[in-house]
């Protein structure tokens, strides 16, 4: 397991690039998100997903379920990169599949 580690400072997030750290940066849509982070299985790669706050967002791309929590971050469903990594956050840590 690898622990969330969330950064309220973007340049920061993007110097320090811990495995699993991410940013939430809000959208114009209320309750939407951008929840960016470095990959959990070490090798650097950001990837971002679309999140809303207690609801999945609907449209065109994938979307996930957030908590809203920045200390104990829950996503569902599962993360998914394709051919690279699979996993869940649950509680503030990734979990590999």
Known sequence: MVRALYF???DQFRVKRYPGSFIV???QVA???ELKFICPCGCGFENQLLVGEGHKPGGDRPSWIWNGS???PTLKPSVHLVDHWHGYLN???WETV
């Open 70 to 72: 920045t200390t104990e």
């Open 31 to 33: 309750g939407m998100h």
């Open 25 to 27: 940066e809000p959208r």
């Open 91 to 93: 509680d503030g840590y």
């Open 8 to 10: 309220s400072d973007k």
